[in-house]
């Protein structure tokens, strides 16, 4: 098991009597791209915020990089945030503005801000004031700051708000990128599971300041694929079954349930089978749930 | 801590602001220290003045702004009397505290304070090092304003006399001093109210001896209470700003303890405020 470089135990966000974040548990390992899915004022942003280091949760607690409680600010520096809008100062040029950040991280030398300008797709702007940028160029060079002094943990809050298409695989492509090749472990929040889903590798839902489920890349792609979905009384009998009907592509997923990944259109045939076998079928159907269909259905009021 | 006062200043020097008040307080100043004789013989002066005299019995408080630059016998100035003219009238203060409210609040209301704020290890280093910055401008103000208004004497055909050396290096210390509190008040009050104008405010305020009102009020209550000499402003920065003159050298032991107190207090009530507060 891959390194636990994030964990939240019981995490709470109170603004008055109203709970932003209301006790999360989730836990993200080192090299995961986790994405944290939920509907608007889902708590995402508060969640972020909190393990941004921008706000103190109101009770409940957390560990990064193994360090919790005052030990934290020894690691608080290995942690970089892009939090709603990109905090830029609009009279001051992209270079300038990665500049700033460059100082206050002791890094040096203008090759370093071209390069991240050029990550970013700025290198032919880092002259023009931030005042003058579309939401698209700003959010890119959120991102350019969020990556100045190599980050161990990037925590990005709905970083492809704003962006055009193209930008929206750019930002996707680097944001794999920087994963793989540095290890950057990454925490994106987002409404849109469509796009969280080509480049998150594991998954929570949160709704009303709850995590309502944590799931991997692999286990959302099992719930969302098209499949058959059979309920037996004995999957162990209906596993014979199957084999004998030549069906390899298939996963007894609990107790009862059975997912068939191929012969989709064979329903009635392997009902009847099974049937035949001694197998009680209560429920066989196709399954066509969405990533959309599957999100709507664990953030439901 | 020495990287984000590095970042500080960079940002500070960055600043439109930075500079459209340093340039517009260099030049103004060149202007009306250069025709100080033009301006003290106008008609509209003369009637100011004379209104003023006769306000002097008038229970109602006189607020604003009031710059005397006094002339020596022969005709020049001295250098002294440059400094503290527009010191102890608050001119200075005016313009330290409009910058350090535009200034302190930058970071904030751009929200560039989240790129940078929850990485740092402890918090109140975000207010020494823009406690930092703030000395930097107040040095390079006074420097600026010092210049600028030699520069209007020479202009206005006149010559500056320098005063001792100890006085100089006392009376600057001090007013310098003095004005960079000033600004750490100011620069929590931001902090804390995370608001521009009401720091503005405030800042402009205490600038025009608008609080003038309130200490004096204080200052009745205290005596009802048996503080006789109840005298308020006398505990305040700007207060000692106005005081601390030529001939102050007996009020300075106070007037360090008074700017001490004030930059303690203002520094401990910022760093708790930012540490404490969210961010965003």
């Known amino acids: ?301 | 801590m020495l990287n984000m006062i590095r970042m500080e200043l960079y940002r500070m020097v960055r600043m439109k602001s930075f500079w459209v008040i340093l340039i517009i307080v260099g030049v103004i100043n060149v202007i009306t220290v250069s025709l100080n004789d033009v301006i003290k013989n106008s008609p509209e002066l003369q009637q100011a003045v004379e209104a003023a005299e006769s306000e002097k019995d008038n229970p109602m408080a006189n607020i604003g702004m009031s710059i005397t630059m006094e002339r020596n016998e022969d005709g020049s100035y001295g250098f002294l009397e440059i400094i503290c003219s527009a010191a102890q009238g608050m001119l200075c203060a005016l313009f330290i505290g409009i910058f350090t409210v535009i200034f302190a609040t930058a970071d904030f209301n751009s929200g560039y304070i989240k790129n940078y704020g929850g990485a740092v290890k402890h918090r109140w280093q975000v207010v020494f090092a823009k406690g930092t910055a703030v000395l930097a401008y107040t040095v390079m103000f006074f420097v600026l304003f010092i210049a600028s208004s030699c520069l209007g004497v020479f202009i206005g055909g006149h010559k500056v006399v320098m005063d001792p050396a100890g006085k100089i290096f006392e009376v600057l210390c001090i007013q310098g001093l003095l004005h960079v509190v000033f600004g750490w008040v100011i620069m929590s009050l931001c902090l804390i109210v995370r608001n521009n104008l009401i720091s503005m405010i405030v800042a402009c305020c205490i600038s025009m001896h608008v609080f003038t009102a309130l200490y004096t009020l204080a200052d009745k209550g205290l005596k009802k209470l048996g503080w006789k000499s109840a005298e308020i402003s006398n505990y305040t920065v700007s207060g000692r700003i106005m005081r601390y003159g030529l001939d102050s050298s007996k009020i300075l032991c106070s007037t360090l303890v008074v700017a001490a107190a004030f930059a303690v207090v203002s520094l401990a009530l910022g760093s708790l405020c930012v540490t404490k507060k969210d961010l965003v």
């Open chain 1, 1 to 301: 098991m891959s390194e636990i470089i994030l964990q939240t135990h019981d995490l709470r966000k109170v603004y008055g009597s109203q709970a932003a974040v209301d006790g999360i548990d989730l836990k993200v390992e080192r090299g995961a791209i986790y994405g944290l899915i939920g509907k608007n004022g889902a708590g995402k942003t508060t969640t972020l915020k909190m393990i941004g280091g921008l706000s103190a949760p109101t009770s409940g607690s957390f560990t990064l990089f193994g360090k919790s409680g005052a030990e934290l600010a020894e690691v608080r520096g290995r942690v970089s945030c892009l939090i709603e809008d990109p905090g830029l100062f609009g009279n001051m040029t992209a270079y300038e503005n990665l500049k700033a950040k460059c100082l206050c991280y002791g890094i040096k030398g203008d090759d370093y801000i071209g390069k991240l300008l050029e990550l970013v797709g700025l290198a032919d702007v880092g002259k023009k004031k931030a005042k003058h940028f579309s939401l698209g160029m700003r959010q890119r060079l959120g991102i350019a700051l969020a990556m100045v002094g190599e980050p161990d943990l990037l925590v990005l809050d709905e970083p492809i708000n704003g962006l055009d298409p193209e930008g929206i695989v750019e930002i996707r492509d680097m944001l794999t990128k920087v994963s793989k090749e540095k290890g950057i472990t990454i925490l994106i929040s987002s409404h849109i599971l469509e796009e969280l889903s080509k480049v998150a590798t594991h998954y929570g839902i949160m709704s009303k300041g709850r995590l309502v489920e944590q799931l991997t890349a692999e286990e959302l792609s099992e719930k969302c694929s098209l499949r058959i979905e059979a309920v037996v009384d004995r999957p162990e009998l209906a596993s014979t079954v199957l084999d004998g009907l030549g069906i390899t592509n298939y996963k007894v997923t609990d107790k009862e349930t059975i997912n068939i990944m191929e012969h989709l259109d064979e329903v009635a045939h392997i009902n009847r089978e099974l049937n035949a076998a001694g197998v009680l079928v209560s429920k066989i159907a196709v399954n066509n749930e969405s990533l959309e269909s599957f999100f709507l259905s664990r953030t439901a009021d």
